[in-house]
């Protein structure tokens, strides 16, 4: 479970997120919703520990980032807005690296990574040297590596952002399948129907701040549209239908 | 040591060893490239010098008629006389001939009287290494005859030659056979520390600016590790990197040395078991100092590029000693052997110079470059632990 209170951060004049409040529980996908530039990266890097808040807190599983840092992240699994591989390694390698920065053992490693091969469909490119990969092969081994020591709780950012429609429905069935064992996912995103397909929860976030939050349905109810892109622009524009 | 650490360092020496270019331009160009040329190269200068001053002098003469004593005694010496006829200047010009040598009409009749005779050289002063050798014999061939025959003149008029001679220079050069070596071998200190910065450069590079070129870095700084460790870790894999180019460095000098022309140039540079050993002691201590410095470099670039240039410019910090020390000659004090890359420059020539280095020197120079170099390798994990690390573009 993510818990986050009135979270804020600026750089330099601009203030990027201005108390942001919410809480994801285990077994849900949350969605974080939001235009480019509304806050949603910043957020998710303030929850992930790798900027400090400037002021409120955040709690994952009860564990607050800024105290304890290394515990935090070995309860996240993050997929972030770059996911870079080394390219003179294979993608089992990559995902090997970061299972021992967990400090899993080899069997461990070994026997997450083959069920996470499986889940996620590698099996033709695993032990391949990852130059040269496709957008989606890539995001595949960011995610088992973000994901090796089976982490409670799931972050990611954008993550079917560039991919192309079977890789993202993969991507979905897999994220669905980990709802499943209980644990909590939340992920950003500015694609409506993506949003629409896979989160129990949506929060709306705009300018820094939650704007609105709730199921798909209780938001198109909340401002009387019958699809969620309308019923975004009128949340950010305060109903108006334009900035 | 920390497991952690242990892996970013394994793998940052995997990943960076299946660089080809990485272990081509650090260990190859660095441990091989270098000792060989210095080889190629000496023995081409060595060799083209000899070949000159021993080959059979030919000269090309105009006017042979006009002198008949003259080329008798050139003959004598052992000199292969062939007329010449033509423009002189162009010939020298044209390269045809390396020097012309012209007798006028008017020698015979000058010489006869007594008034000194004119003999023309046609040479390029500017022209490199050999011609300058035939340039030299030629003129003291002209000088040899000059004063036979003077002498000779002077003891028909019942004067001692050796009234001439009001003054004797008797040489005496102090500089044994070792320190002539010195000379020629000043350049090794900066061959070794430059083969220390090239190779720890490319994984400096690599594991700093790389990591933020290639997008892995926020991916990797979510693992639950802290960010000294993984600074640590990355910092041994390029101290090791520098470490294994320098011992290469100094092993394939070694094995260089036979084919060295030093015999020739009466020298003889020791590099046995025990000063291979004093320069492994010395030289190992700077890697940490170059391995920060360069990371610290590195960790202000944001792409490979970038990086590549600024830490290209480092090489030239520890030229500037050994340049200095070429051309000024300093007395050794304590101080000198405590600063990194000046101590390096002075213990190293005076193992060539055959001295024995006092072991305070070395203790001097061990503590000195630890400590810069532990001190550079804080400023590096404390710039790694800043926020905006991720944001410094």
Known sequence: ?243 | MNKQILTVMRKEITDNFRDRKTVMSSIFMGAVFMPVMFVVLMNFVVGMQKDKAEEQLELAIKGIGNAQSFISFVKTKGVKVNAFTGDAKKAVENKDEEAVIIIPETFADNFSKGIPAKIEVYYDASAKGAVNVTQKRIKSLISEYSRTIGMTRLQLRGISPILLQAIIIEDHDVSTAQSKGAMFMSFLPYVLILGLFMGSMYLAIDTMAGEKERNSLEALLLNPIKRSHLLIGKLLATISFGLVTLIATIISFKLAMPFMPLQDLGMTVDLGFKNVGILLLILAPLAVMAASLQTIVATYSKSFKEAQTYVNLLMFVPMIPSMALMFMPVKEKLWMMATPVLSHNLIINQIMRGEQVAPLSIIAAIIGSLFIGLILALVAIKLYNRESLLFSD
């Open chain 1, 1 to 243: 479970m993510i818990e986050v209170k009135t979270i804020s951060k600026s750089f330099g004049e601009v203030q990027a997120v201005k108390g942001v409040t919410f809480c994801a529980p285990d077994s849900q996908v949350t969605a974080l919703l939001g235009a480019n530039g509304a806050g949603k990266t910043t957020s998710l890097r303030m929850i992930y520990s790798l900027i400090t808040p400037q002021s409120g807190q955040v709690l994952i599983d009860g564990i607050d980032p800024c105290k304890e840092p290394e515990k935090a992240r070995s309860l996240l699994g993050v997929l972030p807005d770059t996911r870079g591989l080394y390219k003179r390694l294979t993608a089992r390698e990559n995902i090997e690296y970061f299972g021992k920065l967990h400090g899993m053992s080899d069997e461990k490693i070994k026997s997450r990574t083959a069920s996470l091969v499986a889940d996620l469909r590698m099996e033709d490119f695993i032990d391949r040297k990852t130059d040269g990969f496709s957008q989606g092969q890539r995001v595949k081994v960011a995610i088992a590596r973000a994901l090796v020591h089976d982490p409670q709780n799931i972050i990611l950012d954008e993550p079917t952002n560039g991919l192309d429609v079977m890789s993202t429905r993969g991507v979905r069935a897999f994220l669905q399948k980990e709802k499943e064992r209980g644990k909590c996912i939340l992920f950003s995103s500015h694609v409506m129907q993506e949003v629409s397909a896979v989160s129990d929860e949506i929060l709306v976030i705009h300018d820094g701040v939650v704007c609105a939050s709730g199921s798909e349905q209780e938001l198109l109810n909340q401002t009387g549209k019958d699809n969620l892109e309308d019923a975004f622009v009128h949340i950010v524009t305060d109903g108006e239908g334009h900035e």
